[in-house]
């Protein structure tokens, strides 16, 4: 995919895209549906419209960067003036699972199945942004010594930039309820889907677990998340699996056991379903520090 002004490092050893910095002043790119083997980060300069990701559509204005994780499906739907910046990185250039603690952007940015991918983007954050993205175009264009450590060392600062940045709007983002007892079952909710989504995959469990009828629970998540609940349990497992396709060369029998599934074709089915990839070439595209 060309950009304007498009920077491109690709991975010698694979051809796959490795890092990718390019401006667009059209909705070319993304009006139709975008499933890629690499983070997408975009930041929306201009503009307004509809985004469609997973299992949602929102609206967005201007000065919101949006940010998606490898085969995470979306799209946006645009009208008029349309422009900003992007940046793309695939895993085996940097991987926000293996430097979670450094950077944390994992559940935060990426990979958080109860917050829409985006976050409004203040003054400050956009002049650290734009400066890192010059610094990042000058490094691209002029190729020295240890060029992708730099070009790393200026990702993280993006990154924990915008995390800081969505930890602090988090709240803001959470709809106003009526009553104190909705959020306080939603937090229930998550606990319990984060305690148990490897052994406990449908719906009526998370329901008799918070002591509320199925069709109360359904109408909440729906309500707060704009997903079903079994979405949200199928979202989780396949983060996790995602994960350990990723940092790990267990065979996909194990993992696919690891949670919960005794059958490994079911479950490949159940993967390919949601994640629009089967396991094995998830992993042959994105996988990466296999045997490490």
């Known amino acids: 995919m060309s950009g304007h002004n498009a920077l491109t490092l690709v991975d010698p050893q694979n051809g796959n895209l490795g890092f990718k910095l390019f401006t667009f002043e059209n909705n070319n790119f993304f009006d139709h549906l975008q499933r890629n083997n690499f983070y997408s980060m975009i930041w929306v300069q201009q503009g307004e419209g509809k985004l469609k990701a997973d299992f949602s559509e929102y609206g967005f204005t201007k000065d919101t960067l949006f940010t998606f994780s490898p085969y995470q499906p979306f799209m946006f739907l645009t009208e008029g003036a349309f422009a900003g910046t992007a940046i793309y990185f695939h895993p085996d250039f940097f991987c926000i699972h293996k430097h979670h603690e450094e950077v944390a952007c994992h559940g935060v940015l990426f990979n958080n199945i109860y917050e829409p991918p985006f976050t409004l983007i203040d003054d400050t954050s956009a002049a650290t942004f734009k400066l890192v993205m010059e610094q990042m175009k000058t490094e691209m264009q002029n190729p020295a010594l240890a060029q992708c450590e730099l070009l790393v060392s200026y990702l993280k600062i993006f990154l924990i930039t915008a995390t800081r940045l969505k930890t602090e709007s988090l709240p803001s983002l959470q709809r106003p309820v009526s009553g104190r007892k909705e959020p306080f079952i939603l937090q229930n909710l998550k606990d319990a889907i984060e305690k148990h989504f490897k052994t406990k ?49 267990k065979p996909v029998k194990e993992i696919a056991y690891e949670l919960g599934y005794d059958d490994e074709y079911y479950f490949s089915r159940f993967f390919k379903a949601n994640a629009d990839i089967s396991p094995q070439i998830y992993r042959e595209a994105v996988g990466f520090g296999r045997g490490n």
Do not use: G, V, W
Request: net charge positive; no cysteine.
């Open 201 to 249: 995959h449908s719906a009526s469990h998370y329901a008799e677990m918070l002591n509320i009828s199925p069709k109360a629970l359904a109408k909440i998540t729906k309500s707060h998340f704009n997903k079903t609940l079994t979405e949200l349990i199928s979202e989780r497992i396949i983060i996790e699996a995602k994960r350990e396709l990723y940092l790990t060369n």
